[in-house]
């Protein structure tokens, strides 16, 4: 018997090793088995495939253990992995190694770490283990290279597994990454005082130790109120001292039992609705429950505050009472932490959420709860995608519109939301894409009758979508000349806001205080030395940062160019607007949300709840304070640089532009109406502009359609672009002219370039970029991604360009 196996490497096929007769019966397609590539390079892979042909090219060697008794991932995991591998142009190694939390994953580049906390007592183990730990104890780490020369044995993984689980030591990526359940300890009354007439007869003889009594009283009092207590529970209720407890405990009236818990708390499994659907939102579900009849995939286009999410509520509840599973995916974190209050008020316990601030024993619980079905519903972000449903009815896309869902780096470059439509395929489930702004794809995708197509054009309590004033910043002028931050129209209607103790939301793309800054005299400006950017100006940390690669310099004084010492700051990031409405607004309470101000699991929903709670009355943010968030009491909104967002090199800047600005201003008026959104513009004639300021989604897509399919980009076409990087810019231009050749014979209508991009230095690697716009024709694009392939596989083997990296981005979102 043979095995096809997927190993956490970039490998172009995955490679087959033979099954020992001893572990035929035991090995399954999923599970995780140990095997050796190249001389003594070990691996856990996942088991793929099981068969009876040999290969012919080469001998295949032994798989050398088994690592799982049940499979942790299933067949339909297994099929998203190849056809992303297929469709994004990577490996099914890399694509494991996005899916599989830290704990699923070993090699033999493992490292084992010493735990202090076990001692020197090494009585208990057994021969191999005591080597081990002896050479632990001296080195305090070992390579798992080195534990195969103390054992004089390749088959060191199940003396080192029985040694984690004594808790000998620690092993994988780090400390805090390696999986163990995590204990609690109990307090139990003994079964002898489980008689009210012996527990009253305890009490009423109780003599000497009244602290202890007073315990035993607290004790039954959480006993009835919580129904199980916890001994830092009960310590922290009584103020008793851990003495105290211990007295107890050795007269016998009470047991302490060390139990797993749960890292993550849940409520108690409840299915709860306690709403009605207007008769718009009612309409809405049942238009979607009929548009699943016919076709898999639906596209909800409801405008903001339309009420979409109570719509998912119902349908959620329809398919968890029919025993499925549901997918909920978001594009930020910043949004889960909303939206799964409102879910868990209606779902209880049967909903959990999995993104990446989580750490990797919070993953592992999270895992095995979707795994065995415990879980019904998840929220979370596009990694969620890779989590192992085993009955999935429902994939509940929300924001589908949002660049976020695609992952840009590393491999695997997938995009969460088509690779989902792919995903419900295995299980025959629905896909729901929701949005207040569809991507164009979606919307003609919908329109040519390939989704169905529901729409929801008014807001919840019939409230009017906000007015929209567009202020012309050319006509105002500064002293400086530089860039209006905040505009005499904007500044009064923050007074009005703030007055009538309303709360106002402030955007800005760009998080600091100032992009960049500029020598007076000459015009030097401060550039990365690793990358062709200028330096953004922190000014809490009193650094200079590139946003680029993330290197810290200190603040520039003196011009490298002229000596000057004279600086002017141009433009403004979220840091100086915060600092400017201090200046203009000392009795507000101000906050901001970016990505440097939100950091830690907690920071998104703190800062979230402030700002609901009315503790806060402006907040300035990045596009973190545009996606689907809900407040109460926003009654304007001001976008502070329209003109940034719409000046970028990209074929999708205008799509982007609206759908930001559109999602911007739904956060103004969602509850009591008369909201207000303020737009400053210098390029106020810009046709998005009057898109945005009639809330016209289908005039813009009329327009962007019209351009796309003139100058084919998608969705009249698929685009594939390569990136090529290395550090001398020679070498990356003719490694990509090379590349390009190769297309000119049955490609040469469809390739762009090659070109530097508008940033051409990252990281000290010189870029080319090369575009692809191909016709949506199967066999065609399988052609070019056989071409690119080859080609890629060609420069690697040619001296001159083994050093180039050389990326495939399809469908590229930039």
């Given at each position: 018997?043979?095995?096809?196996?997927?190993?956490?490497?970039?490998?172009?096929?995955?490679?087959?090793?033979?099954?020992?007769?001893?572990?035929?019966?035991?090995?399954?397609?999923?599970?995780?088995?140990?095997?050796?590539?190249?001389?003594?390079?070990?691996?856990?892979?996942?088991?793929?495939?099981?068969?009876?042909?040999?290969?012919?090219?080469?001998?295949?060697?032994?798989?050398?253990?088994?690592?799982?008794?049940?499979?942790?991932?299933?067949?339909?995991?297994?099929?998203?992995?190849?056809?992303?591998?297929?469709?994004?142009?990577?490996?099914?190694?890399?694509?494991?190694?996005?899916?599989l939390p830290s704990h699923f994953k070993l090699s033999s580049e493992?490292?084992?770490?010493?735990?202090?906390?076990?001692?020197?007592?090494?009585?208990?183990?057994?021969?191999?283990?005591?080597?081990?730990?002896?050479?632990?104890?001296?080195?305090?780490?070992?390579?798992?290279?080195?534990?195969?020369?103390?054992?004089?044995?390749?088959?060191?993984?199940?003396?080192?597994?029985?040694?984690?689980?004594?808790?000998?030591?620690?092993?994988?990526?780090?400390?805090?990454?390696?999986?163990?359940?995590?204990?609690?300890?109990?307090?139990?009354?003994?079964?002898?005082?489980?008689?009210?007439?012996?527990?009253?007869?305890?009490?009423?003889?109780?003599?000497?130790?009244?602290?202890?009594?007073?315990?035993?009283?607290?004790?039954?009092?959480?006993?009835?109120?919580?129904?199980?207590?916890?001994?830092?529970?009960?310590?922290?209720?009584?103020?008793?001292?851990?003495?105290?407890?211990?007295?107890?405990?050795?007269?016998?009236?009470?047991?302490?039992?060390?139990?797993?818990?749960?890292?993550?708390?849940?409520?108690?499994?409840?299915?709860?609705?306690?709403?009605?659907?207007?008769?718009?939102?009612?309409?809405?579900?049942?238009?979607?429950?009929?548009?699943?009849?016919?076709?898999?995939?639906?596209?909800?286009?409801?405008?903001?505050?339309?009420?979409?999410?109570?719509?998912?509520?119902?349908?959620?509840?329809?398919?968890?009472?029919?025993?499925?599973?549901?997918?909920?995916?978001?594009?930020?974190?910043?949004?889960?932490?909303?939206?799964?209050?409102?879910?868990?008020?209606?779902?209880?316990?049967?909903?959990?959420?999995?993104?990446?601030?989580?750490?990797?024993?919070?993953?592992?619980?999270?895992?095995?709860?979707i795994k065995s079905g415990e879980l019904k519903i998840i929220l979370?972000?596009?990694?969620?995608?890779?989590?192992?449903?085993?009955?999935?009815?429902?994939?509940?896309?929300?924001?589908?519109?949002?660049?976020?869902?695609?992952?840009?780096?590393?491999?695997?470059?997938?995009?969460?939301?088509?690779?989902?439509?792919?995903?419900?395929?295995?299980?025959?489930?629905?896909?729901?894409?929701?949005?207040?702004?569809?991507?164009?794809?979606?919307?003609?995708?919908?329109?040519?009758?390939?989704?169905?197509?529901?729409?929801?054009?008014?807001?919840?309590?019939?409230?009017?979508?906000?007015?929209?004033?567009?202020?012309?910043?050319?006509?105002?002028?500064?002293?400086?000349?530089?860039?209006?931050?905040?505009?005499?129209?904007?500044?009064?209607?923050?007074?009005?806001?703030?007055?009538?103790?309303?709360?106002?939301?402030?955007?800005?793309?760009?998080?600091?205080?100032?992009?960049?800054?500029?020598?007076?005299?000459?015009?030097?400006?401060?550039?990365?030395?690793?990358?062709?950017?200028?330096?953004?100006?922190?000014?809490?940390?009193?650094?200079?940062?590139?946003?680029?690669?993330?290197?810290?310099?200190?603040?520039?004084?003196?011009?490298?160019?002229?000596?000057?010492?004279?600086?002017?700051?141009?433009?403004?990031?979220?840091?100086?607007?915060?600092?400017?409405?201090?200046?203009?607004?000392?009795?507000?309470?101000?906050?901001?949300?970016?990505?440097?101000?939100?950091?830690?699991?907690?920071?998104?929903?703190?800062?979230?709840?402030?700002?609901?709670?009315?503790?806060?009355?402006?907040?300035?943010?990045?596009?973190?304070?545009?996606?689907?968030?809900?407040?109460?009491?926003?009654?304007?909104?001001?976008?502070?640089?329209?003109?940034?967002?719409?000046?970028?090199?990209?074929?999708?800047?205008?799509?982007?532009?609206?759908?930001?600005?559109?999602?911007?201003?739904?956060?103004?008026?969602?509850?009591?109406?008369?909201?207000?959104?303020?737009?400053?513009?210098?390029?106020?004639?810009?046709?998005?502009?009057?898109?945005?300021?009639?809330?016209?989604?289908?005039?813009?897509?009329?327009?962007?359609?019209?351009?796309?399919?003139?100058?084919?980009?998608?969705?009249?076409?698929?685009?594939?672009?390569?990136?090529?990087?290395?550090?001398?810019?020679?070498?990356?231009?003719?490694?990509?002219?090379?590349?390009?050749?190769?297309?000119?014979?049955?490609?040469?209508?469809?390739?762009?370039?090659?070109?530097?991009?508008?940033?051409?230095?990252?990281?000290?690697?010189?870029?080319?970029?090369?575009?692809?716009?191909?016709?949506?024709?199967?066999?065609?694009?399988?052609?070019?991604?056989?071409?690119?392939?080859?080609?890629?596989?060609?420069?690697?083997?040619?001296?001159?360009?083994?050093?180039?990296?050389?990326?495939?981005?399809?469908?590229?979102?930039?």
């Amino acid at each position: 018997m043979y095995a096809e196996i997927i190993i956490p490497l970039a490998l172009p096929k995955n490679y087959t090793w033979q099954v020992p007769t001893q572990f035929q019966e035991q090995i399954r397609v999923g599970c995780r088995v140990e095997v050796v590539l190249g001389k003594n390079k070990k691996y856990a892979g996942v088991v793929k495939r099981l068969h009876f042909d040999k290969p012919t090219a080469f001998e295949p060697k032994d798989i050398l253990n088994i690592l799982d008794v049940e499979p942790i991932v299933f067949e339909e995991q297994l099929k998203l992995w190849e056809w992303i591998a297929d469709y994004y142009m990577c490996s099914e190694g890399e694509v494991m190694s996005a899916a599989l939390p830290s704990h699923f994953k070993l090699s033999s580049e493992t490292i084992l770490i010493r735990n202090d906390e076990y001692g020197d007592d090494f009585s208990q183990l057994d021969h191999d283990e005591y080597l081990v730990a002896e050479a632990l104890l001296i080195k305090k780490e070992l390579k798992l290279s080195e534990v195969q020369q103390i054992l004089d044995s390749s088959h060191v993984y199940p003396v080192i597994k029985r040694m984690i689980d004594k808790k000998v030591c620690f092993v994988w990526e780090s400390l805090k990454e390696t999986y163990s359940p995590k204990k609690e300890t109990f307090v139990i009354l003994s079964p002898e005082y489980e008689s009210e007439e012996k527990l009253s007869d305890l009490m009423n003889n109780w003599k000497r130790a009244p602290k202890q009594l007073d315990l035993l009283l607290s004790y039954l009092h959480l006993i009835k109120t919580t129904g199980e207590v916890s001994k830092s529970e009960l310590l922290k209720k009584s103020g008793a001292s851990e003495a105290q407890l211990k007295g107890l405990e050795e007269k016998k009236i009470i047991r302490l039992e060390k139990r797993s818990i749960d890292r993550i708390q849940y409520l108690p499994r409840n299915v709860n609705i306690d709403f009605q659907l207007t008769a718009a939102q009612e309409t809405a579900l049942q238009s979607v429950k009929e548009k699943f009849s016919e076709k898999n995939v639906c596209l909800l286009h409801g405008i903001t505050s339309s009420g979409k999410t109570l719509v998912y509520i119902k349908l959620i509840e329809q398919f968890i009472k029919e025993g499925k599973q549901v997918m909920y995916l978001l594009p930020e974190i910043a949004l889960t932490s909303q939206i799964i209050r409102r879910l868990q008020k209606h779902f209880g316990g049967y909903i959990g959420i999995y993104h990446s601030k989580f750490n990797q024993n919070e993953r592992i619980e999270i895992w095995n709860k979707i795994k065995s079905g415990e879980l019904k519903i998840i929220l979370g972000a596009r990694s969620s995608l890779f989590l192992p449903f085993s009955n999935l009815g429902l994939i509940i896309v929300d924001e589908e519109h949002d660049a976020s869902f695609k992952q840009q780096d590393p491999a695997p470059r997938y995009n969460a939301r088509d690779s989902a439509i792919f995903y419900a395929t295995l299980f025959q489930a629905k896909v729901l894409l929701g949005t207040a702004t569809p991507s164009v794809e979606s919307y003609y995708n919908a329109i040519q009758n390939k989704y169905g197509l529901v729409e929801m054009p008014e807001r919840y309590g019939a409230f009017e979508l906000p007015e929209i004033d567009i202020i012309d910043t050319k006509q105002i002028v500064t002293k400086d000349k530089s860039k209006i931050t905040l505009s005499p129209q904007l500044k009064a209607s923050i007074e009005q806001s703030l007055a009538s103790q309303k709360q106002v939301i402030l955007f800005q793309n760009r998080r600091g205080y100032s992009p960049y800054q500029i020598c007076m005299v000459c015009g030097w400006i401060p550039q990365c030395k690793y990358c062709d950017v200028s330096l953004t100006y922190h000014k809490l940390t009193n650094k200079l940062i590139c946003h680029y690669c993330g290197t810290v310099y200190p603040t520039v004084e003196t011009c490298a160019a002229c000596g000057n010492h004279k600086f002017i700051q141009k433009n403004f990031g979220t840091e100086k607007i915060e600092e400017q409405l201090e200046e203009l607004f000392p009795k507000a309470r101000i906050a901001r949300m970016d990505i440097d101000s939100v950091r830690g699991k907690q920071a998104h929903d703190q800062l979230i709840q402030q700002f609901e709670q009315q503790r806060l009355d402006i907040l300035v943010g990045t596009q973190m304070v545009v996606k689907g968030l809900d407040f109460d009491h926003v009654n304007l909104v001001g976008i502070l640089d329209a003109d940034s967002l719409l000046s970028f090199a990209d074929f999708r800047v205008n799509e982007r532009a609206f759908q930001l600005m559109e999602q911007v201003s739904g956060r103004a008026g969602r509850k009591q109406g008369e909201g207000k959104v303020m737009i400053q513009a210098a390029n106020t004639r810009h046709p998005v502009l009057h898109f945005v300021q009639q809330h016209d989604y289908k005039i813009f897509f009329k327009f962007e359609i019209d351009h796309r399919q003139r100058f084919f980009y998608p969705p009249f076409s698929r685009v594939i672009l390569i990136t090529f990087r290395h550090k001398i810019k020679e070498v990356v231009q003719s490694a990509s002219q090379i590349f390009a050749a190769a297309f000119q014979k049955d490609f040469s209508d469809y390739v762009v370039g090659p070109a530097e991009p508008v940033v051409n230095r990252v990281r000290n690697q010189f870029l080319m970029e090369l575009l692809l716009k191909l016709p949506k024709d199967a066999a065609l694009i399988h052609r070019c991604k056989e071409l690119i392939h080859h080609q890629i596989a060609a420069l690697n083997n040619d001296k001159r360009f083994r050093s180039v990296v050389i990326i495939a981005d399809v469908d590229a979102c930039r």
